[in-house]
C-alpha cells in the first residue's frame, strides 16, 4: 500500500475507524463494514510509532520482576470506539480473553 506522507498512518485509522464503527448495527455488518479499515491497520509498523526496544543495561533479577510485562498505550476515544497499543516485554503475553458485544482489531507487529 503506498505510503501518504503528508497525513500520519495513525491519524487515517482513527478517521476510519470513526466512519467503520459509526455505522455498525450488529455483528453481521463487521466483515463489510472494515474492509478500508484492515488494510490501513496491516500498514501500521512499530517504526511508524517510534516504537522501539528499551535499549538499558542489563538488570538483576529483582529488577526486572518490578517493571510491567505489558504497558498500554492510549491513543484515542470516542463515543463509538477506543484505540490504544499494548507494548509487551519480550516473553510476556495476555491471556486469552473475551469482551462480550464488542468488535475489535488486533495487530501485531
Given at each position: 500500500m503506498p505510503r501518504d506522507h503528508k497525513t500520519p498512518l495513525i491519524k487515517k485509522i482513527v478517521k476510519q475507524a470513526c466512519?467503520?464503527?459509526?455505522?455498525?448495527?450488529?455483528?453481521?455488518?463487521?466483515a463489510d463494514s472494515q474492509s478500508e479499515?484492515?488494510?490501513l491497520l496491516t500498514?501500521?509498523?512499530a517504526a511508524d510509532q517510534k516504537i522501539a526496544p528499551r535499549k538499558s543495561k542489563?538488570?538483576?533479577g529483582a529488577a526486572r520482576l518490578?517493571?510491567?510485562?505489558?504497558?498500554?498505550m492510549y491513543i484515542c476515544e470516542t463515543l463509538v470506539f477506543s484505540m490504544g497499543m499494548f507494548l509487551l516485554r519480550p516473553g510476556a503475553s495476555i491471556p486469552l480473553h473475551?469482551?462480550?458485544?464488542?468488535?475489535g482489531n488486533l495487530r501485531s507487529c
Open positions: 466512519i467503520t464503527y459509526r455505522v455498525l448495527k450488529s455483528s453481521a455488518d463487521v479499515l484492515i488494510p500498514a501500521v509498523r542489563p538488570c538483576s518490578q517493571s510491567p510485562p505489558v504497558t498500554y473475551d469482551h462480550p458485544d464488542m468488535n
